[in-house]
Every structure is written in C-alpha cells, then in structure tokens.
C-alpha cells in the first residue's frame, strides 16, 4: 500500500541514486530530500538496498506504447525527451548506475539485462533466440538517455530536431528485426 510519505522516499531515492550512484546517498540524505525522518525511510523500506531494490526504475516506459513498430524508434527517443523537458526521472540513464553501484552487481545485471532485454524484445517483436536486436535498442537507448542526463551534449538542439536525427537510428534496428521476420 503506498501513502504520500512512500511516494516521496520513492521519488527522491530514484532521483538521488539516479544522481550519485548507491554508494554516494544515505538514508538521511534521501530522508532529507523527501522532507521525512530517516526513521521512517527504515520502518517503511527496512534496509538501503531493500529501498534501492525499490526505486530502480522498471520496464513499464515500454508497456504503454500505442504506436505501430514503424513509428516505435521515433516513440523511444520522444519519451526520453519529454522526461528530460519535465526533469523526471530517465531510467534509460540509470541502467548503468543501477549494475556498477549495487549491493551485489551481477546478480544486478542478470536481473536488470533480462527484465530490460524480454521488454524490449516484446515490444518490437524480437523472438530471436538471441534477440540481439533488442539488446541493440537497449544499447543506443541507453547511450542516449545518458548522453542527455550526464554530457548535455544536446541541450541547445531543438526537441523536434532530436526526434527527427535520433528516431530513425533506433527505427533502424527494430526495422533489422521485423525484416528478418523475428
């Protein structure tokens, strides 16, 4: 059951672990940010890796994509851009904070790489038995999504220019896909 105070550890945990890693935030820094006593932060979450498990950000940008597989590059890119112009967070960019800063990295990488991965893969249609297709769209989304959130190499681009150069490199690989009939 959530309440306003989980909502609120929940959204600065993901903003303060998406900007510093695992190892750089406490509980008092992300109690703080939420306006909440550390205390609570542990009566509702019991331990910082039970609430860093908690807030990382999950596949579900993909689920509710309603657009046809030739417009889904084009979609990816407009979602990362519109969740940068609203300063929420982008879980393209925390994919690799996620693995590097984890209690426990492989075993964070095995799960982050398969709910990624079967999402992805879903969504374009990839039922390769490698679904190397997939993995190449999480690979330029992500490059992108962190590019955008760490090196603001495109911050004086034009929303609609971004869509426009970006898109069709992400369409290109889900192209690759449907035309090899996975």
């Known amino acids: 059951m959530s309440s306003p105070s989980h909502d609120a550890i929940l959204q600065s945990a993901r903003r303060l672990f998406g900007e510093r890693g695992y190892r750089g935030v406490t509980v008092r820094d992300i109690a703080a940010d939420a306006g909440i006593s550390a205390a609570l932060v542990m009566k509702l979450f019991v331990s910082k890796e039970k609430l860093f ?57 095995a799960e982050i790489r398969e709910r990624y991965l079967g999402a992805v893969a879903r969504v374009m249609g990839d039922t390769s038995p490698d679904r190397r297709a997939a993995a190449t769209v999480i690979a330029l989304m992500t490059g992108f999504g962190e590019t955008l959130r760490t090196l603001g190499l495109f911050d004086d681009w034009e929303f609609d220019d971004l869509v426009a150069r970006f898109g069709p490199i992400i369409q290109a690989q889900i192209d690759t896909c449907a035309a090899a009939g996975r």
């Open 53 to 109: 498990a908690a807030a990382q950000p999950d596949e579900s940008l993909l689920t509710d994509l309603d657009v046809p597989t030739s417009e889904l590059g084009r979609a990816l890119v407009f979602r990362v851009l519109m969740r940068r112009e609203r300063g929420a967070q982008e879980p393209w960019a925390m994919i690799p904070f996620l693995v590097q800063d984890a209690p426990d990295p492989d075993a964070a990488r």
